[in-house]
């Protein structure tokens, strides 16, 4: 009972301390704002005036607030484009933003990291593309695509040279930032090395990499799309190059993707022939309504819906005649979405 | 020979007590971890803003059952979201009063033949609509399946994009709950499932479906409530989360990979506690399956709900919420202790079993032995004090370790009087209500050893949330 007693004084002198350090947590999370938001409306004035370009000496930038001023400046600095960005980047060299966020990048603390590998591509700071690019194969992949981006913006052509090779080792980098980073560069930039890249990769890489093949040039697109639907046969990858393909280079095997075992081959086939099928396609498509696959049906109807010369009524015709009760009931979800649109 | 007995009775209720106590201490403890590396890892969010902009579809399913009041308000705040790209799924249940007719009309809704395939079994659709306003908002009529989970599997059933949320038609989510949840998803891509901290919206200012200012309840149970919320939150869930063993995820928010979704079968319309059941459902399925996965949960607050503030409706959800509890562990009870099961398996459903399930079974026990015994004279009364001391102030030290954990992590009760308030129920709470919620456990318990099954239920709601 002794040690019942003992525990209960420690409970409730437990108790009483967690009480108190509470307290003492919302009197710093206090005294914490309010230091934040001093900093914060002081050189958001400063970083203001910097980009009319007024010509105004900044104050000195005392080392305590660095770190808060950096993030202000890259939040500035991402919204804003042109003369005065250029302007930011002096006030940011004026400032030691520039020395401080190599130092950063290098050594900091997981943020602290993300916030100068960010600076450094909002910097366009050409002397660190080589440790930016090694941080592009950092173990963390929050630091790993913020340097990709970071080095997208500090020189676009030699970015997307060096990433490309990366992209299909690097899966778990979202791809809408690879979608941006890949546009900033521009779809000349990107063609070629992609190109290359997807002739030399695997079935699975290049299925991967086809799905960036939009930001390409659309001739290159094509002629990629092509190539490998004439040369390769990995279901996955037939179905990322039908997607890509928008002319006719996939059409001589189109009636034998049509009918391939795999269902997202035979989907994508037919989602093909909505881009860029005529009438003539017709009974092809009518014959997808009855797949076994849900998707391919829907696709198929999407598709017959899209051909340019099929009139709402000879798609009513079609649909009347249609004995499949499932080839019916899409053919009408996609008359219906038609109809909507 | 009664000495031995009373004594070998008073050393198994003392284990208990000792082995539960030492469970929640230690769950605080990595609860603490948790929170910390969460708080480090989102750090991020204030250095790239365009982190946020990273998302996966998302497919918004909202389960609805004579929602009438607050349907539209409710809707309208889900459209309102700040998520790139999401769709709103409403599945009517059978309402049986004008909800459907109001979703018509608010939303322009348009009788749509949606072709689409039954993956999950539900009760018959009757019809699907779309929104000639919202692009992105479909509604389900189907038959009444009696429960959240059948109308929540038409919801799986018709959604498109690869995460489903299923939320609470009642729920309040905050404009940037979707960017927060779907985090787990994005840092690792074997996220199966995920979930967030659930708040109570009593005595908050609700308007337009969104929160807009948080404050305290007055009434005393719901107050208690969001000391409760804050334990089961903050180091009930967080406390399992490193470990890889979060049981529940809640059915007032949860976001789902909808390709595990369909894999494990959907929601079981059987199970009383729909939510629980299909997390520990994922686990079986997937640990026994070899495959390696992670539930994710963030200790942000995503989603505010409306507690009960009456003794009969809070009874009735607890007694609900033990009854699931006892049913879930019970349908996937392969799990326990099997050897490829890891923490899931050999520590966090022991734990479920041992002090949650029987908890409310050995305390009742505990009591009437006490009552025996004391109309026998066999209780020394200065240990018993010291017991009940001992009992009071570790339930004290948990409750205001999680009102610690609150302040550490997102603290939103900002005002001096409201943290005044949280410790004064954190106390008050140990004379009165903790005992009643062992007696609404032990109802659910042996609703569940009989086996009853539960429907829709209807709480009295709050004003706080509801209508406009």
Same mark, same amino acid.
């Given at each position: 009972?002794?040690?019942?007693?003992?525990?209960? /004084?420690?409970?409730?002198?437990? *108790?009483?301390?967690?009480?108190?350090?509470? /307290?003492?947590? &919302?009197?710093?999370?206090?005294?914490?704002?309010?230091?934040?938001?001093?900093?914060?409306?002081?050189?958001?004035?400063? $970083?203001?005036?910097?980009?009319?370009?007024?010509?105004?000496?900044?104050?000195?930038?005392? +080392?305590?607030?660095?770190?808060?001023?950096?993030?202000?400046?890259?939040?500035?600095?991402?919204?804003? @484009?042109?003369?005065?960005?250029?302007?930011? /980047?002096?006030?940011?060299?004026?400032?030691?933003?520039?020395?401080?966020?190599?130092?950063?990048?290098?050594?900091?603390?997981?943020?602290?990291?993300?916030?100068?590998?960010?600076?450094?591509?909002?910097? &366009?700071?050409?002397?660190?593309?080589?440790?930016?690019?090694?941080?592009?194969?950092?173990?963390? !992949?929050?630091?790993?695509?913020?340097?990709?981006?970071?080095?997208? @913006?500090?020189?676009?052509?030699?970015?997307?040279?060096?990433?490309? !090779?990366?992209?299909?080792?690097?899966?778990?980098?979202?791809?809408?930032?690879?979608?941006?980073?890949? @546009?900033?560069?521009? *779809?000349?930039?990107?063609?070629?090395?992609?190109? +290359?890249?997807? +002739?030399?990769?695997?079935?699975?890489?290049?299925?991967?990499?086809?799905?960036?093949?939009?930001?390409?040039?659309?001739?290159?697109?094509?002629?990629?799309?092509?190539?490998?639907?004439?040369?390769?046969?990995?279901?996955?990858?037939?179905?990322?190059?039908?997607?890509?393909? *928008?002319?006719?280079?996939?059409? #001589?095997?189109?009636?034998?993707?049509?009918?391939? !075992?795999?269902?997202?081959?035979?989907?994508?086939?037919?989602?093909?022939?909505?881009? $860029?099928?005529?009438?003539?396609?017709?009974?092809?498509?009518?014959?997808?309504?009855?797949?076994?696959?849900?998707?391919?049906?829907?696709?198929?109807?999407?598709?017959?819906?899209?051909?340019?010369?099929?009139?709402?009524?000879?798609?009513?015709?079609?649909?009347?005649?249609?004995?499949? !009760?499932?080839?019916?009931?899409?053919?009408?979800? #996609?008359?219906?979405?038609?109809?909507? &649109? | 020979?009664?000495?031995?007995?009373?004594?070998?009775?008073?050393?198994?209720?003392?284990?208990?007590?000792?082995?539960?106590?030492?469970?929640?201490?230690?769950?605080?403890?990595?609860?603490?971890?948790?929170?910390?590396?969460?708080?480090?890892?989102?750090?991020?969010?204030?250095?790239?803003?365009?982190?946020?902009?990273?998302?996966?579809?998302?497919?918004?399913?909202?389960?609805?059952?004579?929602?009438?009041?607050?349907?539209?308000?409710?809707?309208?705040?889900?459209?309102?979201? =700040?998520?790139?790209?999401? =769709?709103?799924?409403?599945?009517?249940?059978?309402?049986?009063?004008?909800?459907?007719?109001?979703?018509? =009309?608010?939303?322009?809704?348009?009788?749509?033949?949606?072709?689409?395939?039954?993956?999950?079994?539900?009760?018959?659709?009757?019809?699907?609509?779309?929104?000639?306003?919202?692009?992105?908002?479909?509604?389900?009529?189907?038959?009444?399946?009696?429960?959240?989970?059948?109308?929540?599997?038409?919801?799986?059933?018709?959604?498109?994009?690869?995460?489903?949320?299923?939320?609470?038609?009642?729920?309040?989510?905050?404009?940037?709950?979707?960017?927060?949840?779907?985090?787990?998803?994005?840092?690792?891509?074997?996220?199966?499932?995920?979930?967030?901290?659930?708040?109570?919206?009593?005595?908050?200012?609700?308007?337009?479906?969104?929160?807009?200012?948080?404050?305290?309840?007055?009434?005393?149970?719901?107050?208690?409530?969001?000391?409760?919320?804050?334990?089961?939150?903050?180091?009930?869930?967080?406390?399992?989360?490193?470990?890889?063993?979060?049981?529940?995820?809640?059915?007032?928010?949860?976001?789902?990979?909808?390709?595990?979704?369909?894999?494990?079968?959907?929601?079981?319309?059987?199970?009383?506690?729909?939510?629980?059941?299909?997390?520990?459902?994922?686990?079986?399925?997937?640990?026994?399956?070899?495959?390696?996965?992670?539930?994710?949960?963030?200790?942000?607050?995503?989603?505010?709900?409306?507690?009960?503030?009456?003794?009969?409706?809070?009874?009735?959800?607890?007694?609900?919420?033990?009854?699931?509890?006892?049913?879930?562990?019970?349908?996937?009870?392969?799990?326990?202790?099997?050897?490829?099961?890891?923490?899931?398996?050999?520590?966090?459903?022991?734990?479920?079993?041992?002090?949650?399930?029987?908890?409310?079974?050995?305390?009742?026990?505990?009591?009437?032995?006490?009552?025996?015994?004391?109309?026998?004279?066999?209780?020394?009364?200065?240990?018993?004090?010291?017991?009940?001391?001992?009992?009071?102030?570790?339930?004290?030290?948990?409750?205001?370790?999680?009102?610690?954990? =609150?302040?550490?992590?997102?603290?939103?009760?900002?005002?001096?009087?409201?943290?005044?308030?949280?410790?004064?129920?954190?106390?008050?709470?140990?004379?009165?209500?903790?005992?009643?919620?062992?007696?609404?456990?032990?109802?659910?318990?042996?609703?569940?050893?009989?086996?009853?099954?539960?429907?829709?239920?209807?709480?009295?709601?709050?004003?706080?949330?509801?209508?406009?």
């Amino acid at each position: 009972m002794t040690a019942a007693l003992w525990a209960t /004084i420690a409970a409730i002198a437990a *108790s009483v301390l967690l009480l108190l350090y509470t /307290i003492e947590l &919302r009197i710093q999370s206090r005294f914490r704002e309010r230091r934040r938001a001093r900093v914060h409306a002081y050189w958001r004035a400063v $970083i203001a005036k910097a980009m009319t370009g007024d010509g105004e000496v900044p104050p000195l930038l005392p +080392r305590r607030h660095r770190q808060e001023v950096l993030k202000l400046w890259n939040y500035t600095r991402s919204m804003i @484009e042109g003369a005065a960005a250029d302007r930011l /980047i002096a006030l940011a060299d004026q400032l030691g933003l520039r020395e401080f966020a190599r130092s950063q990048a290098q050594h900091g603390l997981l943020g602290r990291r993300l916030t100068a590998i960010q600076a450094l591509g909002h910097l &366009r700071d050409a002397e660190s593309f080589r440790e930016v690019l090694a941080a592009t194969d950092d173990d963390n !992949p929050l630091v790993a695509i913020t340097a990709a981006e970071a080095l997208a @913006e500090i020189d676009p052509a030699r970015a997307v040279e060096a990433l490309i !090779p990366k992209l299909a080792a690097h899966r778990d980098w979202p791809r809408t930032h690879v979608f941006r980073l890949l @546009e900033k560069a521009g *779809s000349v930039a990107v063609s070629e090395p992609l190109y +290359r890249c997807v +002739r030399a990769a695997s079935d699975a890489d290049a299925a991967y990499l086809l799905q960036f093949a939009e930001i390409a040039e659309f001739d290159v697109r094509d002629a990629m799309a092509a190539e490998l639907l004439s040369s390769r046969s990995d279901p996955e990858l037939l179905a990322a190059a039908l997607k890509v393909a *928008s002319g006719y280079g996939a059409v #001589a095997r189109l009636d034998e993707l049509l009918d391939h !075992p795999a269902w997202y081959v035979r989907m994508q086939a037919a989602a093909l022939l909505g881009r $860029i099928g005529n009438a003539a396609d017709t009974q092809r498509l009518e014959k997808r309504l009855s797949d076994r696959e849900w998707w391919v049906r829907y696709r198929a109807a999407k598709a017959l819906v899209r051909l340019p010369t099929l009139t709402r009524s000879a798609l009513e015709e079609i649909r009347s005649r249609l004995r499949d !009760p499932y080839a019916h009931d899409v053919l009408e979800q #996609a008359m219906a979405e038609a109809a909507i &649109r | 020979m009664w000495v031995a007995f009373t004594q070998s009775i008073e050393w198994a209720f003392l284990a208990f007590f000792v082995a539960i106590n030492l469970g929640y201490l230690g769950q605080n403890l990595i609860a603490i971890y948790g929170i910390r590396r969460y708080l480090r890892s989102s750090s991020i969010d204030d250095h790239d803003p365009g982190y946020s902009t990273v998302h996966l579809p998302i497919s918004l399913v909202v389960p609805a059952y004579n929602e009438s009041k607050s349907i539209v308000t409710s809707i309208k705040a889900l459209l309102q979201l =700040e998520y790139p790209d999401f =769709e709103v799924i409403v599945v009517n249940d059978g309402s049986t009063d004008d909800t459907l007719e109001k979703l018509i =009309e608010a939303f322009q809704l348009y009788p749509y033949p949606e072709a689409y395939r039954i993956q999950v079994p539900c009760k018959t659709v009757r019809a699907t609509y779309r929104s000639l306003r919202y692009r992105n908002l479909r509604v389900v009529n189907k038959e009444n399946g009696g429960c959240k989970a059948d109308a929540s599997n038409a919801g799986i059933n018709i959604c498109r994009y690869p995460l489903v949320a299923v939320v609470d038609a009642d729920g309040v989510l905050q404009r940037n709950s979707l960017t927060r949840a779907v985090r787990p998803f994005l840092e690792n891509p074997a996220t199966v499932a995920a979930g967030g901290a659930v708040r109570i919206a009593n005595g908050c200012r609700v308007r337009n479906g969104f929160l807009e200012e948080v404050g305290l309840p007055r009434n005393f149970l719901a107050l208690v409530q969001v000391i409760e919320y804050l334990r089961a939150f903050l180091f009930g869930r967080m406390g399992w989360e490193p470990i890889g063993a979060v049981l529940i995820v809640s059915g007032a928010f949860g976001i789902f990979r909808r390709t595990t979704l369909i894999e494990v079968g959907g929601f079981d319309p059987q199970a009383v506690g729909e939510d629980m059941e299909l997390i520990v459902r994922i686990h079986r399925k997937l640990k026994l399956a070899g495959r390696r996965y992670h539930i994710g949960f963030i200790p942000d607050p995503v989603c505010w709900t409306d507690a009960p503030e009456r003794l009969k409706d809070l009874g009735s959800q607890r007694a609900r919420w033990h009854n699931g509890l006892g049913q879930a562990l019970m349908l996937n009870k392969e799990l326990i202790l099997n050897p490829r099961g890891g923490t899931v398996s050999w520590l966090a459903i022991p734990f479920y079993i041992f002090f949650e399930l029987l908890g409310p079974v050995v305390e009742a026990l505990g009591l009437v032995v006490f009552a025996k015994l004391g109309t026998l004279g066999l209780i020394a009364w200065p240990e018993a004090g010291i017991f009940v001391l001992l009992s009071l102030s570790l339930g004290l030290l948990l409750s205001i370790s999680a009102i610690m954990l =609150e302040e550490f992590s997102f603290p939103m009760y900002r005002k001096p009087r409201e943290l005044a308030m949280l410790y004064a129920a954190a106390v008050l709470e140990n004379f009165g209500y903790r005992q009643l919620t062992v007696w609404w456990r032990l109802k659910g318990f042996v609703r569940w050893v009989t086996g009853r099954r539960h429907r829709w239920e209807t709480i009295t709601r709050s004003a706080s949330v509801g209508s406009g």
